[in-house]
Structure formats: structure tokens, C-alpha cells
């Protein structure tokens, strides 16, 4: 494979890791679209049944993160990551057998560890091979991997629907496959990591983690309530606010990814923290909404580096041999959080009304911002 004249690191290798996670996506959510009118009218389900399905993915991610990482460490990175494809691949078939909503529950379960094991693996993957100076962008640009295959995933889910359902059961499972050889093409150069190192929740990734968890609070709150709130205020466009705020989430990755490895991950955590929270307070108090993008903006930019600066504070803290059960560790976080928060904030929401949700959102992002404040500062890589 070809490699970066100037830092030492395969191209190729990071194409296939990174296009293994695009289409691994790309299956896992073009589903989504799909999956709650099925079950409601395959098998006349309640609500309660129908968002079990569709969130049961969570859960078993969350708690296999860890598992997944420490056994990239042991088992190799290529292995792990294959296996997660795999999953997504061959359960994405299951969808066709009727044997009702306790099958699909189970199903989306098995999923949602393929789906931990593919972000975990990839993950550590990329930094097992990335240059020290560039570790901060790769797992922006990594991320911003998953979040292109999700987008792309739930609109071809939609559009295939026209087709029927089994189209995109299909699809799903064919973009797995794409996924699954995407990775074989990588050659593995990892070595195993000792049998007897370590635990799964591993102490360098909690403070860190902890942070990005009060992070999530503030996109919780825009995801689930922005378009309420706008609406409150007279405005029926409040999914531009989301829009703006995905867009610049994208493009603060492209062009300042680099920041957290040039200044110091650290200090950009601390300012992200501080760019969210003032975000939220913009679209909190936002009178209309040219104010309310204009906080979205702004807290896109903060929010979208968070998550890289964290994780590069993980990476210092860690022996490289653990360096997966790390990120999954850490990376468990952002599922904990989403799933404590997206209840947290209704409970605020029926209470204070929709501008407190943002307040609270802001209040996390700058406490996130002190928990980066309290880890020990990283030198910054001359340019």
C-alpha cells in the first residue's frame, strides 16, 4: 500500500477502515426509516414495543464497547471489526423471518453489539497507525465516517422503501458485506496485546468519559427539542437549526480538525466546552431563528471537537496495548449519556418549558469543559 511521504501511514489502510465504517452504517440505519411502521403493521405493536425495537441496539452497545476494545487489543483490530460487519451483514437478512417482535428485539440486540464492535475496533485501529501529531483529526475525520454513513443510510432506507420492505432488508445486509470486505482488504499489522492486561473499564478513560457525557446532554437537547422550541417562538423552520448545526459539525471536522493536535487537546476540550455552552444559551434565549442558527453554529463548532480532544486525553493517559479497551471504554459514555439525558431533559422540558432544556444542555457543556480543565495538559504539536 502506498503510504504519507511526510508521517509514515497507509492511505489505503485508512480508506478501508474508514469505508468499512461508512457501510457499516450505511446498513446498521438504513433500516430505521423502515423498522417502526413494519413492526406496527406487521405484528400491530404498541408504542412501547416499537421504540424498544428501534433503541434496543443501545443497550447491548453500551456494554460491549469495552468488550469489543479489549479484544482488538488481544485479538487484532482486523478481526474484531470483521466480526461487527459480519453481524450486520447476516442479521440484516434476519429482518425477513417472521417470527415476530421478541425476534426483532433479539435481532436488533445482536446488532447493536456488531455495531460495537465495528466503531470500537475501527477506532482503535486508527490510531494504532495514525501519526502522534495527527491522532486528534484522524478520529474527527474517523468519526465524521460514521456520521456520513448514517446520514446517507436512513435517506436510502426511505428512498428504497418504495421498493418494499425486503429491498431494504437487503440492502441493509449487502452494505454490511461491502463493509466486511472493505476491512479484509487491510492488512493486519497489529500485534496482540498480553493476556493478562487489564480490566475493560479502564481509570484513564472515566474522567474524560465523563465529560463527554455531560457533552451529550447539550445534543440531546437540540435533537430532541430544537424544532419545539422554535415552534413556541413563532418559527415552524426549527429543523434549519438542526441542519445548520450537522452541517457545521461536518465542516469544523474537515477544516480545524487538527486543532486538538496542534494546540493541545486539552485546552480545546476546555474551549469546546465553553463553545457549546454559549450555543445553548444563544439558542436558549434565541427570539427567532437567525438567532437560534446562529447558536447552533456556535455550538456545532464546540461540539464537534469535543469528542476527538477527549478521546486523544484518553490516548495519553493509556499504554498503547490497551488503546481499544480504552476507547471503548470511553466511547460508552456517549451511549450512557444519550440514554440518560433524552428522558432527564423531557422531565426538565414538561417542568420549565423548552428554553430550560438548553440552559441545562449549556450548564453540562460548561461542566464538561472543568472536568477538561481538571486533566493533565498535553504540549501541543508544532505545526
Known amino acids: 500500500m502506498k503510504e504519507d511521504e511526510a508521517d509514515g501511514f497507509s492511505r489505503g489502510a485508512l480508506a478501508g477502515i474508514f469505508g468499512g465504517l461508512f457501510f457499516g452504517y450505511v446498513g446498521l440505519t438504513s433500516v430505521i426509516p423502515v423498522l417502526p411502521g413494519f413492526v406496527r403493521d406487521e405484528y400491530a405493536a404498541s408504542n412501547l414495543v416499537v421504540g424498544t425495537v428501534v433503541t434496543a441496539t443501545a443497550f447491548t452497545a453500551l456494554l460491549v464497547r469495552p468488550v469489543a476494545g479489549h479484544l482488538a487489543d488481544r485479538y487484532g483490530h482486523r478481526r474484531v471489526m470483521q466480526a461487527g460487519a459480519l453481524a450486520v451483514a447476516v442479521f440484516g437478512l434476519a429482518y425477513f423471518l417472521p417470527f415476530g417482535p421478541l425476534w426483532l428485539i433479539a435481532v436488533r440486540l445482536v446488532l447493536g ?127 434549519v437549526v438542526l441542519s ?50 446562529l447558536g447552533s453554529v456556535v455550538m456545532g463548532v ?3 471537537l469535543l469528542h476527538p480532544s477527549l478521546a486523544v ?16 471504554a470511553y466511547t460508552s459514555f456517549w451511549d450512557l449519556g444519550l440514554a440518560a439525558w433524552g428522558p432527564l431533559l423531557g422531565v426538565v422540558a414538561s417542568g420549565f418549558g423548552y428554553p430550560a432544556v438548553f440552559v441545562a444542555g449549556a450548564v453540562c457543556a460548561a461542566a464538561a469543559g472543568l472536568v477538561a480543565l481538571s486533566l493533565p495538559q498535553r504540549k501541543a504539536v508544532p505545526a
Open 113 to 239: 453489539a456488531g455495531e460495537a464492535a465495528l466503531f470500537t475496533a475501527g477506532a482503535a485501529w486508527t490510531m494504532s497507525i495514525a501519526p502522534h501529531h495527527r491522532r486528534g483529526q484522524l478520529i474527527g475525520l474517523y468519526g465524521m465516517s460514521m456520521w456520513g454513513g448514517i446520514s446517507l443510510g436512513t435517506f436510502l432506507g426511505a428512498l428504497l422503501e418504495n421498493f418494499g420492505r425486503g429491498a431494504v432488508w437487503t440492502f441493509s445486509a449487502l452494505a454490511g458485506l461491502v463493509a466486511f470486505v472493505l476491512v479484509r482488504t487491510v492488512r493486519d499489522q497489529e500485534t496482540a496485546a498480553p493476556s493478562g492486561a487489564g480490566g475493560l473499564m479502564l481509570r484513564p478513560a472515566l474522567v474524560p468519559g465523563l465529560a463527554l457525557a455531560l457533552g451529550s446532554a447539550g445534543y440531546a437537547g437540540l435533537a430532541a427539542f430544537a424544532v419545539l422550541h422554535l415552534e413556541g417562538r413563532g418559527s415552524g423552520s426549527g429543523v
Open 302 to 304: 464546540g461540539f464537534s
Open 313 to 328: 486525553l484518553v490516548l495519553d493517559r493509556v499504554d498503547p496495548a490497551r488503546q481499544g479497551a480504552a476507547l471503548g
Open 244 to 293: 445548520c448545526f450537522s452541517a457545521v459539525y461536518a465542516g469544523t471536522r474537515l477544516f480545524i480538525g487538527h486543532f486538538p493536535d496542534k494546540y493541545g487537546a486539552r485546552r480545546v476540550a476546555i474551549w469546546c466546552g465553553a463553545g457549546e455552552c454559549l450555543g445553548l444559551l444563544t439558542v436558549a434565549a434565541a427570539p427567532n431563528l437567525p438567532v437560534a442558527v
